[in-house]
């Protein structure tokens, strides 16, 4: 238990989801996860439904690890509001089909929300986006970019294995032995330092 945290996957349109927040720091949980696909009919960031939850985080100082895209503003706007919230931007915003210059497009609307000091962002994920076999080299200028604005600081490592583009091993080595531009002291960051600051 002193190494093992759970980030919660909650249902905001569920009821029961305001006791659960009420009750959050008992629950076990440090934090929250919230996904709003952009193929829902109607985006939860957009018709209410999430409106409730983002006061009560705020309140909390929850860790809430967000994936939204193509709603960036969406994102931009609600920690602008609520800046106790510490942000964690899932897979870099990318959606599920994101490759190539669409990749490219994703990562040049995403760099803006650096202005927002309490945004981080997953650098997860990012094997399932490549058009190329193992280090996944068209990945690699992203990957500096995210760093170069947000940085190393608030720079999260992850894989997102459920995708299966790649090995667990593959996950680190791309980024411990195929990154030359990371400083040792960026990687440590990037490698857990910067997820244990940020979540706790």
Same mark, same amino acid.
């Given at each position: 238990p002193e190494r093992f945290?759970? =980030?919660?996957?909650?249902?905001?349109d569920k009821p029961e989801g305001r006791a659960?927040?009420?009750d959050w720091p008992s629950s076990g949980f440090i934090g929250v996860r919230?996904?709003? #696909? #952009?193929?829902?009919?109607? /985006?939860?960031?957009?018709d209410g439904t999430a409106?409730?939850?983002?006061?009560?985080?705020?309140r909390l100082a929850l860790p809430?690890?967000?994936?939204?895209?193509q709603q960036l503003d969406a994102i931009s706007r609600i920690a602008g509001a609520h800046p106790k919230i510490r942000f964690i931007v899932d897979h870099m915003n990318l959606f599920v089909e994101d490759k190539g210059e669409t990749v490219a497009r994703a990562v040049d609307?995403?760099?803006?929300?650096? @202005?927002?000091?309490?945004?981080?962002?997953?650098v997860s994920?990012?094997?399932?986006? /490549? /058009? @190329?076999?193992?280090?996944?080299?068209?990945?690699?200028?992203?990957?500096?970019?995210?760093?170069?604005?947000?940085?190393?600081e608030r720079t999260l490592w992850g894989t997102d294995l459920t995708r299966k583009a790649c090995s667990y091993r593959e996950a680190i080595t =791309?980024?411990?032995?195929?990154?030359?531009?990371? @400083?040792?002291? @960026?990687?440590e960051q990037i490698m857990g330092d910067s997820a244990t600051r940020w979540i706790g």
């Open positions: 945290r759970v =980030m919660g996957i909650f249902g905001l659960l927040l009420a919230l996904t709003f #696909p #952009p193929y829902r009919k109607v /985006s939860w960031l957009q409106d409730w939850f983002w006061p009560e985080a705020n809430v690890m967000i994936w939204a895209p609307a995403l760099l803006p929300l650096a @202005q927002h000091p309490k945004i981080a962002i997953k994920a990012l094997p399932a986006h /490549s /058009s @190329q076999p193992y280090p996944f080299r068209d990945m690699h200028r992203h990957i500096e970019r995210v760093v170069t604005s947000f940085g190393a =791309m980024f411990t032995e195929e990154l030359p531009f990371l @400083q040792p002291a @960026q990687l």
